[in-house]
C-alpha cells in the first residue's frame, strides 16, 4: 500500500493535472485550438508520469494479493472474459491445462490476472486446482 508521502504525492499530481485541464479548457473556450495549447505537452508529462506511479501501487497491490493456482479443465479450453456473464467480451482463449492465476472466487465465476496485467472472469466449472502447486 502507498505510504502517506506517496498518497500526498498522489494528490498533488492530481491536482496538478486538474488544474491544467482546467487552464486547458478555458484556453479552449476563449478560442485557442488544442494543437496551439502550450499546455498540452505538460499535461502528456504529467499524465504520463502518473500513469507510471499508478502501474506501481498496482504491481505492489498484487504483490501482496493472495492468489491460487488453478488449471483450465474445460476440454475445449476456456474462455475469459471481461465480465462474469456468458454474453460479456472474450478477452482471451485459455487452452486446457494452461495455468490460471485465481484473484477472486465470485461464486459460479473466478477473476483471474491475464499476462497483460489485465483482469479477466473464467466460469468457475471450467477450471480446476492446479495439482502441482
Sequence with gaps: MPRCNEAVEF?????????????LFLQRYNGLADEDNPLNPQIET??????????????ALDRNRTALDYT????????????PRTDCEILAVFDKGQALRILDD????????????????????????????
Design 106 to 133: 465470485s461464486g459460479q465465476w473466478y477473476e483471474v490476472r491475464l499476462n497483460n496485467g489485465e483482469t479477466g472472469f473464467i466460469a468457475g466449472f471450467l477450471a480446476s486446482p492446479d495439482p502441482s502447486s
Design 11 to 23: 494528490g498533488l499530481m492530481m491536482n496538478q493535472i486538474l488544474g491544467d485541464f482546467v487552464a
Design 72 to 83: 483450465v479443465s474445460g476440454d475445449s479450453g476456456a474462455n475469459i472474459r471481461a465480465c
Design 46 to 59: 504529467e499524465l504520463n508520469r502518473f500513469a507510471f506511479k499508478m502501474e506501481a501501487v498496482v504491481s
